[in-house]
């Protein structure tokens, strides 16, 4: 089975701070994701990466940033913390373009 | 307009019933797509994925796809209490999967 483990369940964080956010797959897959889930909004995609170093934005990018160094992990960064994303952050990853997305349990982040 | 509506409800349905739960879409260029299941507080679950228009099916699920009117549906048949929870579907093209907002279940005793 896949694992998509995601470092923190819950997060609490200050406006203005700089907010790291790890994902890591064991599965050797292509691409991982980053989303973020509001309640009416769905999913939205926020980044993704299609190989170490390679990145796309999605459609909600505005004050994130990602890093993949490494295949098997995928972090998600703000870079200056506000409180319009307070929210649940999901991480996903598929073995190749237009397999099934897996995704980890989530991160849900509070901005104070 | 949003490029996959749901119909959020909840939708309460009796133990045994047969649950139809349904999306459309609007982007013609979806190649596959997608059902998953999400317990409160974890994150969703593949359910069932296909790239065809027509049935695929896997135990008590049903996915159906019609793709000339753009229509997505899963059937669940003897529905059970842990059946209960939020449904999204998705359709994709490429790497990007788009998803509706949700529909959420419940499956009373």
């Known amino acids: 089975d896949v694992k998509v483990t995601q470092s923190s369940r819950y997060l609490v964080k200050r406006t203005g701070e700089k907010v790291f956010l790890e994902c890591v797959q064991d599965m050797d897959h292509e691409n991982m994701f980053w989303y973020r889930q509001d309640p009416g909004l769905g999913l939205r995609l926020i980044y993704f990466s299609y190989d170490v170093k390679m990145k796309e934005k999605g459609d909600i990018p505005e004050g994130y940033s990602v890093s993949r160094e490494k295949k098997e992990r995928f972090s998600l960064i703000l870079e200056s913390a506000s409180t319009n994303q307070t929210s649940m952050y999901l991480c996903?990853?598929?073995?190749?373009?237009?397999?099934?997305?897996?995704f980890g349990d989530g991160t849900r982040l509070s901005i104070l | 307009q949003k490029e996959v509506e749901q119909d959020p409800g909840p939708l309460s349905v009796p133990e045994g019933a047969i649950v139809s739960l349904n999306c459309t879409y609007s982007n013609s260029a979806f190649q596959y797509f997608m059902w998953y299941r999400q317990y409160s507080r974890k994150g969703p679950e593949l359910l069932m994925y296909?790239?065809?228009?027509g049935n695929k099916e896997d135990g008590r699920f049903t996915a159906q796809v019609d793709k000339s009117s753009k229509y997505i549906s899963l059937f669940i048949r003897d529905s059970q209490p842990s059946d209960s929870a939020t449904y999204l579907c998705g359709g994709g093209g490429g790497n990007k999967l788009t998803f509706g907002t949700g529909t959420q279940l419940k499956v009373e005793l």
């Open positions: 296909t790239y065809s228009s």
């Open positions: 996903a990853s598929s073995l190749t373009q237009g397999q099934p997305q897996h």
